[in-house]
């Protein structure tokens, strides 16, 4: 059996967990993760960080990181604890998947 890492790393590459999907509800102006029977409305930061860091195309978390640090022109070490923190938490709730 697989063990969890307690916390998501910047070499870890992510997906969305089975049967998530990311959505945007046109009608509330909201982009959404939806799991069966629950949905987690995001944010526009938690969007930026879904998009750079979360799907096939992404090489690695550090390089979503990379990638927000230079879009938002902020300290890297800021961005990567923030961004670390949250892809944990989303991972945690069952919505992401290394």
């Known amino acids: 059996?697989?063990?969890?890492?307690?916390?998501?790393?910047?070499?870890?590459?992510?997906?969305?967990?089975?049967?998530?999907?990311?959505?945007?509800?046109?009608?509330?102006?909201?982009?959404?993760l939806m799991a069966p029977e629950r949905l987690l409305v995001l944010d526009e930061m938690a969007l930026a960080v879904v998009r750079a860091c979360v799907g096939a195309e992404v090489a690695d978390v550090a390089a979503g990181i990379d990638r927000l640090t230079a879009e938002y022109d902020a300290p890297r070490a800021e961005v990567a604890a923030d961004v670390l923190e949250m892809l944990t938490d989303l991972r945690n709730k069952g919505y992401v998947v290394t």
């Not at 969890?4 to 997906?15: F, K, Q, T």
Request: a positive charge; proline letters at 6%.
């Open 1 to 32: 059996m697989n063990a969890v890492s307690p916390h998501i790393g910047e070499a870890d590459r992510l997906r969305l967990a089975p049967g998530v999907m990311l959505r945007n509800d046109r009608r509330r102006g909201e982009w959404m």
